[in-house]
């Protein structure tokens, strides 16, 4: 069945950069619209970006924008999310999510803590 | 942006009772509207797809006592008959246009 795992978390000083990676198995990868969402800790959910199927088309939300780039290599089927200029409030759990129609498919999530 | 007022932020009730949970959005969304379960340390979980469908003949470990309604601007999730395994926060999401925003979130607890 389809199944996403996230990788790339750990602890970051503010300022720095990180990269996620999101692999994909069980479905065609390449056929569907990805999307990051977070989640802060002990806070609700947060969507951040989305891709194209093919790539052609990213769009992130406002308080990400100019510093997280969605991307994706449909040949290793993965997802990505480069984080620069990492700010205290970018703490949390971070799950990639598929599109079919609407997100269904989740990952378990990995987790980004933002600290000097 | 679309904003989504989600209400209760939570709720108390008895094994047996049936709960209902309200999304408002602030314009006209069709009814491109999702409802998710999230438990402790977990991801999100599609019960309801658009607005009203339930995603149980999309996926197994989906109960049919999950219900969803409405279109437009107001809508409704209702668990019926409240087990002990329904304990969990939802959310609702809104798709019709990007940026994608979620309800605040309804915690569930039982009484």
């Known amino acids: 069945q389809a199944q996403l795992v996230e990788s790339g978390g750990g602890v970051v000083q503010p300022g720095r950069s990180l990269r996620l990676s999101c692999a994909a198995s069980?479905?065609?990868?390449?056929?569907?619209?990805m999307h990051w969402v977070r989640q802060a800790p002990g806070k609700g959910l947060e969507w951040v970006a989305v891709?194209?199927?093919?790539?052609?088309?990213?769009y992130n939300a406002d308080s990400v924008k100019g510093r997280f780039t969605i991307s994706r290599d449909n040949s290793k089927k993965t997802l990505y999310l480069q984080m620069n200029s990492l700010r205290a409030d970018d703490t949390g759990m971070y799950y990639c999510?598929?599109?079919?129609?609407?997100?269904?498919?989740w990952g378990q999530g990995t987790t980004v803590t933002v600290s000097s | 942006d679309i904003q989504m007022t989600q209400s209760p932020s939570s709720l108390s009730a008895s094994v047996g009772d049936t709960v209902t949970v309200t999304c408002q959005a602030s314009?006209?969304?069709?009814?491109?509207l999702n409802w998710y379960q999230q438990k402790p340390g977990k991801p999100p979980k599609l019960l309801i797809y658009?607005?009203?469908?339930?995603?149980?003949i999309l996926e197994t470990g989906v109960s049919s006592r999950f219900s969803g309604g409405g279109s437009g601007t107001g809508f409704t999730f209702t668990i019926s008959s409240l087990q002990p395994e329904d304990i969990a926060t939802y959310y609702c999401?809104?798709?019709?246009?990007?940026?994608?925003?979620f309800g605040q979130g309804t915690k569930v607890e039982i009484k």
């Open positions: 999510a598929r599109e079919s129609d609407s997100p269904d498919v």
């Open positions: 069980g479905f065609t990868f390449s056929n569907y619209v």
């Open positions: 891709i194209a199927s093919d790539g052609s088309y990213k």
């Open positions: 314009q006209d969304i069709g009814s491109y």
């Open positions: 658009d607005a009203s469908n339930d995603a149980s």
């Open positions: 999401l809104q798709y019709d246009n990007l940026p994608y925003t």
